[in-house]
């Protein structure tokens, strides 16, 4: 497993909690996207319903709260609470491609076209507990889709999906 991923704070300051509400905001866009990066260029876009968390995996169907089931851009924002201290390690599935980044560092890019794809560990050593700032940008193409993010926190033993209750966005 690589080093932990250098230079990740804590959102300064800290959001207060009747800032916040359960969850994180999303923003869809419709066209057929071929790389993350045309994501947020894809127009104004429409806020979707609120994701309670990242645990979206569909043969058919709507990508996430999205009205679509293909050619779907995602703007997903807002922030994970990393509680304690120690190494949080971190995968994320996709289908297609996603960009992410915890306390604006770069997690993972998987930017083109594919089928399910689980990113490499991901370590992330907290020495500040907190809310971090959270973002993905991501597209679904056709076909299938999935966007799940597992972690496990320090002394876990086994990777589960990232609860609800360690998303939040500020209220609109």
């Given amino acids: 497993?690589?080093?932990?991923?250098?230079?990740?704070?804590?959102?300064?300051?800290?959001?207060?909690?009747?800032?916040?509400?359960?969850?994180?905001?999303?923003?869809?866009?419709?066209?057929?996207?071929?790389?993350?990066?045309?994501?947020?260029?894809?127009?104004?876009?429409?806020?979707?319903?609120?994701?309670?968390?990242?645990?979206?995996?569909?043969?058919?169907g709507n990508v996430l709260t999205a009205t679509?089931?293909?050619?779907?851009?995602?703007?997903?924002?807002?922030?994970i609470k990393l509680d304690k201290p120690g190494t949080y390690t971190f995968e994320l599935l996709s289908?297609?491609?996603?960009?992410w980044t915890i306390g604006g560092v770069l997690m993972h890019e998987?930017?083109?076209?594919?089928?399910?794809?689980?990113?490499p560990p991901v370590e992330v050593a907290v020495t500040e507990p907190g809310w971090y700032a959270f973002a993905i940008d991501y597209f679904q193409r056709k076909g299938t889709s999935a966007l799940r993010l597992s972690w496990k926190p320090p002394g876990g033993q086994t990777?589960?999906?990232?609860?609800?209750?360690?998303?939040?966005s500020l209220k609109p």
């Fill in 110 to 119: 998987d930017p083109g076209i594919h089928g399910d794809m689980t990113s």
């Fill in 1 to 60: 497993m690589a080093a932990p991923v250098p230079g990740v704070k804590p959102a300064q300051p800290q959001p207060a909690a009747d800032k916040l509400q359960p969850g994180l905001s999303v923003n869809y866009t419709y066209m057929m996207f071929s790389h993350v990066s045309e994501v947020p260029k894809g127009g104004k876009g429409k806020p979707g319903p609120v994701l309670a968390n990242l645990d979206h995996r569909t043969d058919s």
């Fill in 95 to 99: 289908n297609d491609g996603v960009k």
């Fill in 68 to 79: 679509n089931s293909m050619g779907v851009g995602a703007q997903i924002n807002g922030f």
């Fill in 159 to 168: 990777m589960v999906v990232v609860p609800p209750e360690a998303f939040a």
